[in-house]
């Protein structure tokens, strides 16, 4: 029996005629971009989010490039980020014209080692009357941006503690976080910002591309809402924003979902937990590390392993979806060499790139799809 990476029809199975109906409102209503769709969606998922507000834009990606503009980033600035997480991070970076400084991830739960950071900012950086400053270079660093993976929310306390010392604007990444929490704190109410992502995989998908920016502070949400629309505000321009917005559609499929979303976690954790038992006593198998602060709403089911390469295979070849991510970390891309990175500069990202699977996890997996995943993985490593 195949058993798909994930299925979203079987999410959207139950839900099919609201989401119909929702299209056919928003044919009749005409209004395609933003409109009360949006800001319904906006509050609804500020409250969920813990949030005083949150702005709709059309991707995650957006979401940190404007989330990078708001937190004042210029060109030619640093902000500092991890090399082992999607693209999108660190490629954000770049479009919004700074420069990515990399810091190596916990071994554990694959996020950002909070005593590297403090270390890089205590061993390379200076506060002057500018902000942050990395003495070699004389360059700013505006912003630090963590990234919460697979659904894991970092050690927000340590991050927030370090950056607020130096006075370093946080920008969470929450693109596959959404949900998840830290004690108390949800993804995206720890920074001055958090970016979500609605890409159809992500927990919380839309039919298409969309994105959402969280923030406790008035004004820069009013400078999120303007920078989406082009930076101005009627039609007199202080500054050049984007064209970036969310489409009514997208926000009336999404407020169903949002409904949906506590109950599609319960089934992803569900099905962590039983592969956790599953694999508990396989040696060349390490489970995802949650640490005990953390709610994780396993984005992805991601393994530590022996054999990575040969294990993808033979779980292919029997028809079980898996992924690797990521197999190449971000300071090893062609189109970052300029920063000048080189291979063993980050020995945890490279080892975890090399050692990582990810099983499907998604919540309407049936048992015996679930019981089929286990098997082969136990099968794989039997007698080995
Ligand atoms: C998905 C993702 C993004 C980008 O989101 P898009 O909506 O695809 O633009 C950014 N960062 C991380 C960690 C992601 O997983």
Not at 17 to 22: F, S, T, V, W
Not at 128 to 143: L, Q, Y
Not at 287 to 294: C, D, F, G, K, L
């Amino acid at each position: 029996m195949a058993v798909p990476l994930l299925d979203i029809s079987r999410q959207h199975g139950p839900i099919l005629d609201e989401l119909r109906e929702a299209f056919n409102k928003a044919l009749e209503s005409s209004r395609f971009i933003k409109g009360p769709e949006m800001e319904f969606l906006e509050s609804e998922f500020a409250d969920y989010c813990g949030t005083r507000h949150a702005v709709g834009c059309a991707s995650g990606t957006d979401a940190l490039i404007l989330a990078l503009m708001a937190a004042g980033v210029e060109t030619g600035e640093l902000v500092i980020t991890t090399p082992f997480t999607f693209f999108a991070s660190a490629g954000a970076v770049v479009r919004a014209g700074g420069i990515p400084v990399f810091i190596d991830i916990d071994p554990d739960t694959f996020n950002m080692d909070a005593d590297l950071l403090d270390k890089w900012l205590n061993t390379n950086c200076a506060l002057t009357d500018r902000g942050v400053v990395e003495r070699s270079s004389g360059t700013r660093v505006s912003a630090a941006m963590p990234v919460h993976l697979f659904g894991q929310v970092c050690d927000m306390d340590r991050i927030m503690a370090i950056c607020d010392d130096w006075g370093l604007p946080v920008v969470e990444d929450a693109c596959q976080a959404v949900g998840a929490k830290w004690k108390k704190g949800r993804a995206g109410s720890f920074g001055m910002t958090g970016c979500f992502s609605f890409f159809p995989s992500k927990n919380l998908g839309a039919l298409g591309d969309g994105g959402m920016i969280t923030t406790g502070d008035d004004e820069v949400a009013a400078r999120l809402t303007r920078l989406r629309e082009h930076g101005g505000q009627g039609y007199i321009h202080r500054e050049i924003g984007f064209n970036s917005r969310l489409d009514s559609l997208q926000a009336a499929f999404l407020r169903i979902k949002l409904r949906c979303l506590e109950g599609w976690h319960k089934g992803r954790r569900r099905n962590a937990a039983f592969y956790d038992s599953s694999f508990a006593d396989i040696e060349q198998v390490i489970t995802p590390v949650i640490a005990p602060e953390a709610w994780s709403v396993y984005n992805q089911y991601t393994l530590r392993v022996r054999d990575r390469d040969a294990l993808l295979a033979a779980l292919r070849e029997q028809g079980i979806g898996c992924a690797v991510y990521y197999p190449l970390p971000l300071h090893l891309q062609e189109c970052f060499a300029p920063l000048g990175y080189e291979e063993g500069d980050f020995p945890v990202t490279e080892k975890a790139a090399a050692e990582v699977i990810s099983l499907p996890v998604f919540g309407e997996l049936t048992e015996e799809e679930l019981a089929e995943v286990a098997e082969a993985v136990k099968a794989f490593y039997s007698g080995k």
